[in-house]
């Protein structure tokens, strides 16, 4: 659980990062003028960095059905390092023009890289060395870590909002973050080389299949992709709403201080770490169909009052209460959605099977929820957005009221998960 994780939080927290201090850093790279105007062409390249994510989850997760899921967790951090370096050196417009939202490009195109195969390695990973009947559990530490890394993002930007003038923060108090990204990222480097294999993997690998994370053995398995693809869907979408454009829909819209946004993300989203464990337990007994339909009932039909409700909130607790609200219907999907996908596929295709269609569904929805958001805040319609949620839900909860369960799927080709074979060790730990 930690060797899976740790790094986990690191590119999450490089990746979310970029979000939580766009608006401090949007008018350094773009001319000076509209406010939404500036916030939408960095949404624009966050939204960037979602396209490349199919491609990483293709390159990085075939890396990880040949060479291993040690192998890919290490590459992943490696890239996500060096990303948040060239954001943290990157020039602003004033001295090299538009060169510098071109080196802010660059670095979201290769987080994007990282972040499509740190996902599906480490969703693979945490899945295969998990005990039998806990599956559920271990692998809800992926938003564990995922939410931690933007929790201390968040907690960063909170202590330079009250130790840094806003002057400050605008001209180079935003680079700080990125430069402990950058730091961060190369200590789980070192971390990570010290991981186990998992077992089921190394059984695998013993047999040298030449269809290893290739697309065609994907494609034998085209209905599990697309229904990964589907059921992302509706989660994706509202993961990235009361989270990484949480903060800026309370300051931009509901028209709360940065600070105070901050903090209504931080606690709500702490809360909502917490939660993660509960629900990927209550999994393993009940199965993982029971929280993702009521997530989908929940997100298809609480999104529209939520989002207005919010949109007139002016007091700290009723933010923070409405946010926690969402975010407790999201963790019906957020908990289990990376355990269901590794269950759909066998072992010799299960890292290229959860990170290709789960990218490539992350590229056309998540990534572009906050673009959407503020494309219909500036067309005067934002109440749009809304419906736009809702509608994303609805599929996916078609889809999850008809998939097959799969708390009880085998991991291995030739054996359903028990105990481990005589002589061989179950990897579960550093």
Known sequence: MFGGSIGNLVE???????????????GAFFPKGNDTAQLLNTAGIF???????????????????????????????????????????????????????????????????????EYAASATYLTEASRPGGRGFVS???????????????GLQIVLQHTMSDDALHSYGWRIPFI?????????????????????????????????????????????????????????????????????????????????????????LFLFMLLQPLAGALSDRIGRRPLLITFGFGSMLGTVPIMTALSHADTFTGALLLSLAALVIVTGYTSINAVVKAELFPTHVRALGVALPYALANALFGGTAEYVALWFKKGGVESRYYWYVSACAAVSLIVYLTMRETRDAALSRDRADGPAAPGKQRTTAV
């Open 12 to 26: 999450w927290y490089d990746w979310f990062v970029y979000a939580s201090f766009a608006t401090y850093f949007a």
């Open 47 to 117: 939204a960037v960095g979602f396209f490349m994510r199919p491609v990483g989850g293709w390159l990085l997760g075939r890396f990880a059905d040949r060479r291993g899921r040690k192998a890919a967790l290490t590459l992943t951090v490696s890239l996500m390092s060096a990303s948040a370096l060239l954001i943290a050196i990157a020039p602003t417009y004033d001295q090299v023009g538009y060169f510098g939202a071109g080196v802010l490009l660059v670095a979201r195109l290769l987080q994007g890289l990282s972040v499509g195969g």
């Open 140 to 154: 809800s530490f992926q938003y564990v870590s995922m939410t931690m890394g933007q929790l201390i993002g968040l």
């Open 180 to 268: 402990v990204g950058a730091v961060g990222a190369a200590v789980v480097f070192w971390l990570r080389r010290n991981l186990l294999e998992t077992e089921i993997y190394a059984e695998e690998d013993a047999r040298q299949d030449q269809e290893r994370g290739t697309i065609a053995e994907l494609l034998r398995h085209r209905k599990e992709a697309a229904l990964v693809i589907a059921l992302t869907m509706g989660g994706t979408v509202a993961y990235y709403t009361y989270t990484t454009y949480l903060t800026k829909y309370l300051s931009n819209t509901a028209g709360m201080s940065k600070s105070d946004a901050s903090l209504v993300s931080f606690c709500a």
